[in-house]
């Protein structure tokens, strides 16, 4: 179903792609637009057990009418990047997680989710974000993207 990565020369291995989803400061999901048109957003994010990908936005707005339509979508990031002119090439590294999206999820699991996201950004600070989630609870919608298939593709150069 899914496609095989070309360069076999290039393929980041799966635990490295996990940990590159893990470690990344935000990613950009893709979705088939209500309009035909694709649909990508840059957007934070957390990694949870290498199964799941937990995502926040608000309760409306387009990126949920383009979810209701077609839940199937792609999330990447991309990692240490550094252009070598010289050699007109840049190294790399990046991962790219498919699977479906899941909305109207239970209050504990969005609480949890809220709380890794809390963890992952605002470290040190998880006393003032339980304060933070409490007040904004009601007016945030919580994602979850099951990861279906993973591939990471990466140029190493010395």
Avoid: W
């Avoid at 996990?18 to 935000?26: D, I, M, N, T, V």
């Avoid at 608000?58 to 839940?71: D, M, S």
């Avoid at 990046?94 to 699977?99: D, H, M, N, R, V």
């Amino acid at each position: 179903m899914f496609t095989d990565i070309r360069r076999k020369d290039r393929i980041l291995e799966n635990e490295l792609a996990y940990r590159l989803l893990e470690s990344g400061e935000y990613g950009f999901l893709a979705m088939e637009g209500v309009n035909g048109y694709g649909y990508g957003i840059p957007i934070s994010y957390v990694l949870n057990d290498d199964k799941c990908i937990y995502f926040h936005c608000a309760p409306e707005g387009y990126k949920l009418e383009c979810l209701r339509q077609n839940p199937k979508v792609c999330f990447s990031v991309v990692g240490e990047t550094r252009v070598i002119p010289g050699q007109f090439t840049t190294a790399y590294e990046s991962a790219i997680a498919f699977g479906t999206i899941h909305m109207d999820l239970p209050v504990e699991e969005r609480m949890l989710a809220l709380r890794l996201l809390a963890k992952k950004y605002c470290s040190g600070f998880e006393v003032v974000g339980e304060k933070y989630i409490a007040g904004s609870f009601k007016r945030t919608n919580v994602l979850r993207l099951d990861i279906e298939h993973i591939s990471g593709k990466c140029k190493r150069i010395k």
